[in-house]
């Protein structure tokens, strides 16, 4: 079982937002439209995200991108640019892992830039890790879980952050406050219901496996340990 990939597309023209997703969606991509700042900040609260394709206009407006890697320092950005003279403010920002299109663009040239982004993403390996849980491989780089007869489950950046703390913990446990530090980059007590379901969504992927568990150590966090 292969997860679709989720594309953020933030952007002030409606209809281009939503004709582009619509082709993306039919590509099999899972897609999430935001106009505001407002609903960028709720769409990563409520989701992670493989990609983000960023209308140029509303960056230089809004500074969009800086806000956008605060939530997720490591997706990858496309921008959408609406002249060839904005590269050189786009080199400006200093920011990595982006790439840009200039419209108008076709369907099939923003597909390839999309691709070409997911490849560069996943040929950074230099801090790779790769974790052996019961009968899967978990490959952190690629956000990969490798099963039984090589069926792979592709985890959202989240799920691989929270997987992957976990796994460093093996056998011991993982408290609440260290994984809303180190994974949600955050302190408030609040978003702790938030670990619940991604630590249940881990327990649906690993589930193939009867000797893996997740336990709950009541009130204090988690513990992943293999019987």
Request: a positive charge; aromatic letters at 8%; one cysteine or more.
């Amino acid at each position: 079982m292969e997860k679709k990939r989720k594309i953020v597309i933030v952007g002030d023209n409606l209809r281009l937002a939503k004709s582009l997703g619509l082709f993306l969606l039919s590509k099999g991509f899972s897609i999430r439209l935001c106009e505001t700042q407002l609903q960028i900040e709720e769409a990563f609260k409520q989701e992670d995200f493989h990609l983000c394709l960023l209308s140029y206009a509303m960056q230089k407006n809004e500074n969009i991108a800086l806000k956008i890697r605060r939530y997720d320092k490591h997706i990858p950005i496309v921008f959408m640019l609406d002249r060839l003279m904005e590269k050189q403010e786009l080199e400006d920002l200093q920011l990595t892992d982006i790439d840009f299109i200039v419209k108008p663009f076709s369907m099939g040239e923003i597909v390839k830039k999309i691709q070409a982004a997911f490849d560069t993403s996943l040929k950074k390996r230099g801090d790779e890790e790769i974790f052996a849980i019961g009968s899967f491989i978990f490959d952190t780089n690629r956000k990969l879980l490798i099963g039984k007869k090589k069926k792979t489950i592709q985890l959202t950046p989240k799920e691989s952050e929270l997987l992957r703390f976990l796994c460093k913990k093996m056998g011991n446990v993982a408290d609440r406050a260290s994984i809303l530090e180190k994974v949600w980059k955050t302190n408030d007590s609040a978003n702790a219901r938030t670990i619940d379901v991604y630590i249940n969504k881990l327990r649906k992927y690993l589930s193939a496996d009867d000797s893996i568990v997740i336990e709950n150590i009541y009130g204090v966090g988690y513990k992943l340990s293999v019987n």
